[in-house]
């Protein structure tokens, strides 16, 4: 390989090579991957079971032409807390579910093209849901901060500082780093629990991952389906990414993407693991390497696989304390919410039209104040509401404002030139 060279998904390296770029990858998708088991309470070693086996189903779904790994999705945090209450089995429902509807609309794009995702889920819609996903849980963060205020400063301090103050792989690994400098000074001031170090000492070097059987709550199942509209955002937002990246049309390749992403959701929660997603740290790597090869991706794949089969290596995970888990959320749920933001921003939506800018506000307050409604025996919470709500009621606002009211008298001349979705409301808003 030649200083600078881009090596194609297609190419590939000696063996030493690609073992080494492989491992990069590791690193990259390691802390995030398993913070989100960590959270949740989900087995750790079972979900980077299937975050390897994830990885290769769609290495094997995209035909070795779109390089990715799928870890752990920060999209299901919210939704897996908020849902603690109906049990594990029923939480896993909802992530097999959702992964089941990601396939679904793979296949629906491989056969209809990507502006059936446009045109059911416009920027202001999808931009809505990720920020009320995330906004939703701020209490939790803030009520485990209060368990243990010095170790969650400590942790959040490390985590900002990490963040602004490091760059390279160091600032892609502030919350992991964070996480680390937390547990350590919670064990150093008694933060950490009498029985921790014991269980670690306990727990054996190799054997198998904790599987857990998925039930179906329909509630729990509300409260997480809106989580595909992240999954998509993010699945899109890879393949152009690497379409960018390695100078290659992969349009073509949207919805096997989403059908591999999906499938791997659907397989870890039928077996006790978090949703997938694909990974925004491993991108870093290959802009970093220029090294595209699916090869790397086999090999951190295999890795993970390896890793999932030593539990004491899960056992560890499950000793971080409140304290720590409260400072790390309080910038997790907060990156998710601004994620939204940044959609809108991204996508320049116009929030002085009265529908977009009153169809978000909505959703926004019905998630973050966790509005709750019980139907029979249906409860819907704030992201299932919130969720559901924008994407029923947006287009009916749209349709009503653009037929009878104000939207009716836009000046043609703006209508061709900016599109009926940026038209300036020629009044005053609020």
């Given at each position: 390989m030649r200083p600078g060279a881009v090596v194609a998904p297609d190419e590939r390296l000696s063996w030493p090579r690609t073992i080494g770029i492989g491992m990069q990858h590791v690193v990259a998708m390691f802390g995030a991957t398993l913070l989100v088991p960590t959270l949740t309470g989900f087995p750790v070693n079972t979900t980077l079971l299937f975050s390897g086996l994830g990885t290769i189903i769609f290495l094997l779904i995209t035909r070795n032409k779109l390089p990715s790994y799928l870890g752990s999705s920060f999209a299901f945090i919210a939704p897996l807390t908020a849902s603690q209450q109906y049990g594990m089995g029923a939480q896993l429902g909802g992530v097999l579910l959702t992964g089941v509807a990601l396939i679904a609309v793979g296949a629906l794009v491989q056969v209809a093209g990507k502006r059936v995702i446009d045109a059911v889920m416009p920027p202001v819609v999808t931009g809505?849901?990720?920020?009320l996903i995330g906004f939703n849980l701020a209490p939790t963060a803030v009520s485990n901060v209060q368990t243990q205020p010095g170790v969650a400063g400590v942790t959040l301090l490390t985590i900002v500082l990490v963040t602004v103050a490091t760059r390279g792989m160091a600032s892609r690994l502030s919350i992991l780093i964070g996480v680390v400098v937390g547990w350590v000074f919670a064990a150093l001031s008694g933060g950490l629990g009498d029985d921790a170090l014991a269980t670690i000492g306990a727990a054996p070097w190799v054997g198998l991952p904790d599987f857990h059987t998925p039930e179906f709550h329909l509630s729990a199942i509300l409260v997480?389906?809106?989580?595909?509209?992240?999954?998509?955002?993010e699945n899109v937002?890879?393949?152009k990414a690497v379409s960018e990246m390695t100078g290659r049309d992969l349009d073509h390749m949207q919805g096997r993407a989403l059908i591999g992403d999906g499938i791997a959701t659907t397989l870890a929660g039928g077996f006790g693991g978090s949703g997938t997603t694909t990974y925004a740290e491993n991108i870093g790597v290959m802009a970093a390497t220029k090294v595209y090869s699916t090869a790397a991706y086999w090999v951190a794949a295999t890795f993970a696989v390896v890793l999932a089969f030593i539990p004491k290596f899960g056992a560890v995970i499950f000793t971080i304390p409140a304290g720590v888990l409260g400072g790390a959320c309080l910038v997790l749920y907060g990156?998710?919410?601004?994620?939204?933001v940044r959609i809108w921003q991204d996508n320049k939506v116009d929030f002085t039209d009265p529908v977009n800018l009153t169809a978000a506000a909505v959703a926004l307050i019905v998630g973050i104040g966790n509005l709750t409604l019980t139907v029979g025996q249906v409860t819907l919470e704030g992201i299932a509401l919130g969720s559901v709500g924008i994407i029923v009621i947006y287009p009916l606002m749209r349709w009503i404002y653009d037929t009878v009211g104000e939207g009716k008298y836009a000046s043609k001349f703006a209508v061709e030139k900016r599109g009926p979705e940026n038209v300036t409301d020629p009044h005053t808003f609020g």
């Amino acid at each position: 390989m030649r200083p600078g060279a881009v090596v194609a998904p297609d190419e590939r390296l000696s063996w030493p090579r690609t073992i080494g770029i492989g491992m990069q990858h590791v690193v990259a998708m390691f802390g995030a991957t398993l913070l989100v088991p960590t959270l949740t309470g989900f087995p750790v070693n079972t979900t980077l079971l299937f975050s390897g086996l994830g990885t290769i189903i769609f290495l094997l779904i995209t035909r070795n032409k779109l390089p990715s790994y799928l870890g752990s999705s920060f999209a299901f945090i919210a939704p897996l807390t908020a849902s603690q209450q109906y049990g594990m089995g029923a939480q896993l429902g909802g992530v097999l579910l959702t992964g089941v509807a990601l396939i679904a609309v793979g296949a629906l794009v491989q056969v209809a093209g990507k502006r059936v995702i446009d045109a059911v889920m416009p920027p202001v819609v999808t931009g809505a849901i990720v920020a009320l996903i995330g906004f939703n849980l701020a209490p939790t963060a803030v009520s485990n901060v209060q368990t243990q205020p010095g170790v969650a400063g400590v942790t959040l301090l490390t985590i900002v500082l990490v963040t602004v103050a490091t760059r390279g792989m160091a600032s892609r690994l502030s919350i992991l780093i964070g996480v680390v400098v937390g547990w350590v000074f919670a064990a150093l001031s008694g933060g950490l629990g009498d029985d921790a170090l014991a269980t670690i000492g306990a727990a054996p070097w190799v054997g198998l991952p904790d599987f857990h059987t998925p039930e179906f709550h329909l509630s729990a199942i509300l409260v997480t389906l809106p989580v595909l509209v992240v999954l998509i955002a993010e699945n899109v937002g890879h393949v152009k990414a690497v379409s960018e990246m390695t100078g290659r049309d992969l349009d073509h390749m949207q919805g096997r993407a989403l059908i591999g992403d999906g499938i791997a959701t659907t397989l870890a929660g039928g077996f006790g693991g978090s949703g997938t997603t694909t990974y925004a740290e491993n991108i870093g790597v290959m802009a970093a390497t220029k090294v595209y090869s699916t090869a790397a991706y086999w090999v951190a794949a295999t890795f993970a696989v390896v890793l999932a089969f030593i539990p004491k290596f899960g056992a560890v995970i499950f000793t971080i304390p409140a304290g720590v888990l409260g400072g790390a959320c309080l910038v997790l749920y907060g990156l998710i919410g601004m994620l939204g933001v940044r959609i809108w921003q991204d996508n320049k939506v116009d929030f002085t039209d009265p529908v977009n800018l009153t169809a978000a506000a909505v959703a926004l307050i019905v998630g973050i104040g966790n509005l709750t409604l019980t139907v029979g025996q249906v409860t819907l919470e704030g992201i299932a509401l919130g969720s559901v709500g924008i994407i029923v009621i947006y287009p009916l606002m749209r349709w009503i404002y653009d037929t009878v009211g104000e939207g009716k008298y836009a000046s043609k001349f703006a209508v061709e030139k900016r599109g009926p979705e940026n038209v300036t409301d020629p009044h005053t808003f609020g």
